[in-house]
């Protein structure tokens, strides 16, 4: 796989999972996701996955940014060789991995 391709894939996804939600909240949440880029309050998507690709358990198939209890948390949604699908909550500002849980 070219890892090349990886943030731009996820992004592809990212883009047509919020599409699907609809496009009225499409408008709100990106515009308050490049705000809160834009302001330092959180890192670019490209930013954190580059962080945390060697933590993940396999390949990212789907991403949301949230906003819990006033902090961003991106979430993402991983399947992994054995086909296992996990959701990996990271924090939006600094990378971490907050928590990992599987579905």
Do not use: N, Q
């Not at 894939?9 to 308050?32: M, V, Y």
């Amino acid at each position: 796989m070219d890892l090349r391709l990886y943030p731009l894939r996820t992004l592809i996804l990212a883009a047509a999972l919020l599409i699907a939600a609809g496009a009225p909240a499409l408008a709100r949440d990106h515009d308050d996701a490049r705000r809160a880029v834009e302001t330092g309050e959180i890192r670019p998507l490209a930013d954190v996955l580059d962080v945390v690709k060697g933590k993940l358990p396999g390949e990212v198939v789907g991403v949301k940014l949230e906003r819990e209890g006033g902090a961003w948390t991106y979430e993402f949604r991983v399947l992994d060789g054995k086909g296992r699908l996990f959701d990996i909550h990271v924090d939006a500002k600094s990378g971490e991995v907050e928590r990992t849980k599987e579905k």
